[in-house]
């Protein structure tokens, strides 16, 4: 496959920057992946869906080096400690030294367990990802979170790690599956929510075209959300302030994909449905009238993602599985909201009243 | 208890600077934790062995905040991800959130555990060293070098991590075992070995008094090796360069604690021998003089510390274990050897029929 570079995007953070390459067929060119190595030995981490696809174009791009591979099984539910101690067994039974890279080959699950793994593996190895899904392109391979789940909270564990670069091949999308690349969109959508109502505007003209894998559009839509997230993570690295504000969608998120078992709904669907229940409570609290809440389920609903959370899950359930959350300060969950489209707010300025009505409206 | 300050040492890391407070009766002492926690939940971390002897000191000491408590099996073999996680079992059950404070009360075990724990949870919480050894008095609660064992190799997995401060009271000194004592002391030799041969000359002098527990020696040697520990890491943080010179004696050591099971030989023992290994090796290679060599195997011998490694490993099993080292670069493992006393230096200029006829030399 020949590769197309659309565009190169920096992540500014100091000595940590590193570049995103977005682009056709980026996965099998090795121009992008050998400047970043600055050993001898590569580790590749992918998945049992992943790997029969991609992992024999990854290792021809990286054939001057010395490459092993761990593969892992797909699933939100394997985002586990044990699991990431499979990366340590095989890189210590190949004796990889502190100067080996890992190289993250798959989507956001992938991307946060071998970022926490090459965090932690002698202190710190060199990683690079090589997202594969929408959603990992968009999101997670953004802005150094990695990370692993526990069974009382997702991604409770983890570090702020910065890779040497991310390659976003578009390639990649054809093979995705429907639901994953409705999640995907998801998170775009968060962005123009969050700070960007002009790209919003764009994603209401344009989400059929991104639906049906228009590549333009798709590189389009992945530059921009990468660089309004760049922008943010580059403001606030350890989302002491404004990052939190990425959370959008999250809590209410998190709680369903806690609540329902990890991989029942996929990260991207369960955010699509917090995003709407965000929006409620910011309709409940007076701050965002009825017609943008209407312009946001209509965009939901145009990428087939959800606009209610689970009947199985009731109140009290979300109630205490949002507590679990890393916005709580002092026992105070703040929430992010929303004073309009394309202005999200961090808060703790709400009663817990409306939050019970909100929840309890927007069950399915 | 009243408490006497007999030294505060600053280590030198910009933003990620602390105190280390040394004296007696610190830990009974409020004043020594209050500035250094900023939200009110506090969870202590500590061992079966050191909880009887002083957790309830801790707590009295911690009693303005909301404090909760995990209690860890004592011992080497207990440093895992899997033990790490009943401290994240701890944090999640009871809502820590991510200005909870993590105090590390104990031995360098529960220092490496607790603060690896807390550099991950919620990808970073602040937390407080009160270390209880001499051991950990002197090595592994300066430098924010964290951590946990994989079964193939010591201190594989973690990260570099600062605490607020560290209290280091010598009051426990007095309840540590006779073979810890000698431990610690091998880490206080080493710091004479690798740069500072005048205290070398002072503990030839003054070995039987630390030997004795003598409070005024102790603090006197403590503070003299976490002053020579603090500049080193202070100009070489991140193990690039120099800070490998405090690993003296640690391949070596590594590998005998690997070989034979974690806590079959205690950390500063394991040292002891590895350091007398180092020092012959740097002999056959002409770089240190016969006298110089038996000067440390005196100085090592009054500390009542082996000068042999263990006899039910052969050479083979040396070298396999001494590949999983953090210090190999492509394949090649620098060692950190001897040009005289208090001139330590990390090399790879050196051939490998010589390591194999010292170590088989050195074996009792």
Known sequence: MTSTLKYTLNVDLGDRSYPIYIGQGLLFDEQYFAPHIAGKQVMIV?????????????????????????ILPD??????????????????????DRRATLVALGGGVIGDITGFAAACYQRGVPFIQVPTTLLSQVDSSVGGKTGVNHPLGKNMIG????????????S???TLHDRELSAGIAEIIKYGLICDPEFFVWLEKN??????????????????????????????????????????G??????????????????????GAGMMMAARMS????????????????????A????????????????????????????????????????AVITADYDQATLREVIESCRG
Not at 159 to 170: E, G, N, R, S
Not at 304 to 309: D, Y
């Open 250 to 271: 999250h809590t209410f998120g998190h709680a369903i994909e806690t609540g329902m078992g990890y991989g029942v709904w996929l990260h991207g669907e369960a955010v």
């Open 283 to 302: 309709q409940h609290l007076g701050w965002l009238d009825e017609q943008s809440v209407e312009r946001l389920g209509s965009l939901l609903h145009a």
């Open 75 to 96: 699933g939100e539910k394997y985002k586990t400690l044990d699991v990431m101690n499979r990366i340590f067994d095989a890189l210590l039974q190949k004796r990889f």
């Open 207 to 248: 989400v059929s075209l991104l639906m049906k894998r228009d590549p333009q559009a798709l590189a389009y839509a992945i530059e921009r959300s990468c660089r309004n997230k760049a922008e943010v993570v580059a403001s606030d690295e350890r989302e002491t302030g404004i990052r939190a504000t990425l959370n959008l």
């Open 159 to 170: 570090a702020f790690y910065q890779p040497q670069c991310v390659i976003a091949d578009t």
């Open 172 to 174: 990649t999308l054809a």
């Open 46 to 70: 992918t998945n049992d869906v992943v790997a029969p696809l991609y992992l024999n174009a990854c290792r021809a791009s990286l054939s001057r080096f010395s490459i092993q591979e761990v």
């Open 304 to 343: 087939k993602l959800p606009l209610v959370a689970p009947s199985a899950m009731d109140v009290e359930q979300f109630l205490s599985l949002m507590q679990v959350d890393k916005k709580v300060q002092d026992g105070a969950l703040r929430l992010v909201l929303l004073k309009g489209i394309g202005h």
